[in-house]
């Protein structure tokens, strides 16, 4: 009974407190989200990533580091389940270890990046003016670049390894939230909840900051999510031309390059890892394809 | 605007057809204005990672036993006493003469290199879009067509994939089973090495080059080398075109239009390429340019995996060597190149769809 009672508590049309308006939005969303299967399997996989990377040392059969040249280059067995690479190294292991790097890679982008353009984008559209038309000049300018090809050079000129790949991608990656946010603050700049806390002597700031950014976080969310995927083959990319993280770290791009030499007779020093940027990637993709259609309908494709 | 009159278009006065050509000229203009704007911004960035690099060019170029006076004078040869902005100004001047200055790896001017490795690149990706549009637009048609059925859940699915799949990857399964165990295609490189060099490059294009000195041998060689590396570009640029011409059509098929035709009888045949097609033909050139301008810089990754000797390969050793000229140099042309495309195709939608004008 207690578990009717809480439904129709959160399913309340004229919920009596906040806290039952907020938990009755989440609950409709998340029966929402569950009648979808594509996304639910997003969230699987994400979820499954996550617990990889928390639970590496538990879950991986051998130490990622350690070489057993007597072992080397084995196909998958019992033993190996994805076999050894040309030093002995038990390929599973390192790849679950390797999620520890793609999940932190992921993360530190969307902080690094995600904030920055919420930041520029809502600011441009709040202020307009020329403020709008510097900021989102600037924006463009960086929207039409190419992108690997930016994070390419940038991270030749910084030097090869994982911080300079992330701050790299995280450069490159910042125009479309700008967008994005400067268009949601649009939206709702002339609304009388703004006016009513400008009228209250609110400075530009605490509404940007308290007012503005909090309503774009739900696209922000989808858009984030929707772009992890392009994070995840870029950094990978990065890794496999051996600007990302440097050896011995058990990055999966670089994990790859590793196995190119061997790709004609031990294919698996090279193909497992790819499937894990695959896994991962379409998770992703699940995911954020179905947080869209649950959080931000109006955008995006209808079908 | 809208507050002048409230249908603009409803009574065309005289002077109207001028008055939209003058607009439409207005808009090119902008947008001529916006590709010179982002170029510039391309070479602000270009500078500024040059300025990051931790390495003092000055340094490398005199070494670290060089005498003080030695190396004053390669830093006012360098024009690195200059304040910042005298600089940049230098540095835009230099690229607009093409002086990208000397590649350390080959020793040689930069522009000379790219002018050699560019055809190559520019051969992978014109085949790879080609073959992007040819399967993709039929195939998102056919999506859209028959939604719900099981080859579009499968186009759906190949759509996903480009998103997913590292191209780097790709092309390495692609090279062991199309090359090693199937020995369908031929291997890395542009033609094999005994017939490496005997073509003399006139457009660079070896197909072309190929044709134009009668060799049809290494004509057919080359295609051998080249169906591989343009097929997995054409891969990834088909899982974009037939997402996207998948959900063009399915706004169109959506409209009230389509039901009138069907109404009237029309074979679906024709209403599905005569009445929604049409319409999306000039979004999707917007889309094929755009998938046509990634795939250059797509090909970075895939020419490192079959040694094509493109400018993504001549990009990644520079990266490797540190080779700052060059990677800037490599970097300020696909970016022109890709800025170049972007413009070009948002120019072309305003003078082809009637609806932008």
């Known amino acids: 009974m207690a578990f009717t009672d809480m439904r129709n508590w959160l399913l309340d049309e004229s919920p009596a407190s906040r806290r039952q308006a907020r938990w009755g939005r989440i609950f409709r969303i998340s029966l929402a989200f569950r009648g979808n299967a594509l996304a639910m399997v997003g969230l699987v996989i994400v979820l499954a990533l996550i617990a990889m990377a928390a639970f590496a040392p538990w879950i991986a059969t051998h130490d990622p580091i350690a070489q057993d040249t007597y072992a080397r280059l084995r196909p998958p067995s019992a033993a190996n389940w994805m076999g050894t690479d040309e030093l002995g190294r038990d390929i599973w292991s390192r790849v679950v270890f390797g999620a520890r790097i793609t999940l932190a890679i992921v993360i530190l982008v969307a902080v690094l990046a995600a904030p920055a353009g919420l930041l520029i984008g809502a600011t441009a559209g709040y202020l307009g003016g020329w403020v709008d038309r510097v900021l989102m000049g600037i924006t463009d300018i960086f929207l039409s670049m190419p992108k690997l090809i930016l994070a390419l050079a940038l991270v030749a000129a910084l030097g090869p390894g994982i911080e300079n790949a992330i701050l790299a991608i995280a450069v490159t990656s910042w125009p479309s939230y700008a967008r994005i946010a400067r268009a949601e603050t649009l939206t709702f700049k002339n609304a009388d909840f703004i006016a009513a806390s400008r009228l209250q002597g609110a400075s530009s700031w605490r509404i940007v900051v308290g007012h503005i950014l909090p309503l774009c976080t739900s696209s922000m969310i989808v858009r984030v999510t929707l772009d992890m995927a392009g994070i995840i083959l870029t950094a990978a990319g990065l890794g496999f031309i051996g600007l990302g993280a440097q050896p011995p770290l058990p990055e999966w791009g670089a994990m790859i390059a590793r196995g190119r030499t061997f790709i004609l007779d031990q294919w698996w020093v090279a193909t497992m890892p790819g499937f894990a940027i695959i896994t991962v990637s379409l998770g992703f993709c699940f995911l954020g394809d179905g947080l869209r259609d649950v959080l931000d309908p109006k955008s995006g494709e209808k079908h | ?357």
């Not at chain 2, 947008?31 to 170029?39: E, P, Q, R």
């Not at chain 2, 294009?205 to 054409?234: K, M, W």
């Not at chain 2, 109404?263 to 033909?281: C, D, Q, T, Y």
């Open chain 2, 1 to 357: 605007m809208a507050t002048e009159t409230p249908f603009p278009d409803a009574a065309p006065k005289r002077g109207a057809g001028a008055k939209r050509t003058r607009k439409a000229a207005l808009r090119l203009a902008g947008i001529a204005l916006s590709l010179i704007v982002t170029l510039l911004g391309l070479i602000a960035i270009t500078f500024f990672i040059g300025r990051v690099v931790p390495i003092d060019p000055a340094l490398a170029v005199v070494g670290d036993r060089a005498p003080k006076a030695v190396y004053q004078a390669a830093r006012v040869q360098l024009g690195l006493d200059k304040p910042l902005i005298v600089q940049f100004v230098n540095y835009v001047k230099a690229v607009a003469t093409g002086d990208l200055g000397m590649s350390v790896s080959t020793g040689r001017p930069v522009l000379q290199d790219l002018k050699e490795v560019f055809p190559a690149t520019l051969e992978m990706a014109t085949l790879g879009i080609l073959i992007g549009i040819a399967l993709g637009v039929p195939m998102g048609v056919h999506a859209a067509a028959r939604q719900g059925s099981w080859t579009d859940q499968i186009i759906r699915v190949v759509g996903l994939a480009g998103y997913a799949i590292p191209a780097f990857w790709l092309g390495l399964v692609g090279l062991a089973v199309f090359y090693a165990r199937l020995q369908w295609v031929d291997g890395p490189g542009r033609v094999d090495i005994a017939y490496d060099g005997l073509v003399t490059p006139v457009t660079g294009l070896i197909l072309v080059d190929s044709l134009l000195a009668g060799e049809t041998e290494i004509f057919f060689n080359a295609i051998g080398h080249l169906v591989l590396p343009a097929s997995i570009l054409g891969f990834f640029s088909l899982a974009y075109i037939a997402r996207m011409t998948r959900s063009f059509m399915l706004d169109q098929l959506a409209q009230e239009y389509i039901v009138t035709a069907r109404v009237k009888g029309l074979p679906e045949r024709i209403v599905i390429w005569r009445h929604a097609f049409r319409p999306i033909l000039v979004p999707l050139i917007t889309v094929c340019a755009l998938s046509y301008a990634a795939l250059l810089e797509g090909s970075v990754m895939i020419e490192t995996i079959f040694s094509w000797p493109g400018i993504g390969n001549y990009l990644t050793v520079a990266l490797l060597n540190a080779d700052m000229a060059a990677v800037l140099g490599a970097t300020l042309l696909i970016g022109m190149v890709f800025i170049f495309i972007n413009k070009v195709s948002d120019a072309l939608y305003n003078v082809l769809d009637p609806r932008a004008r």
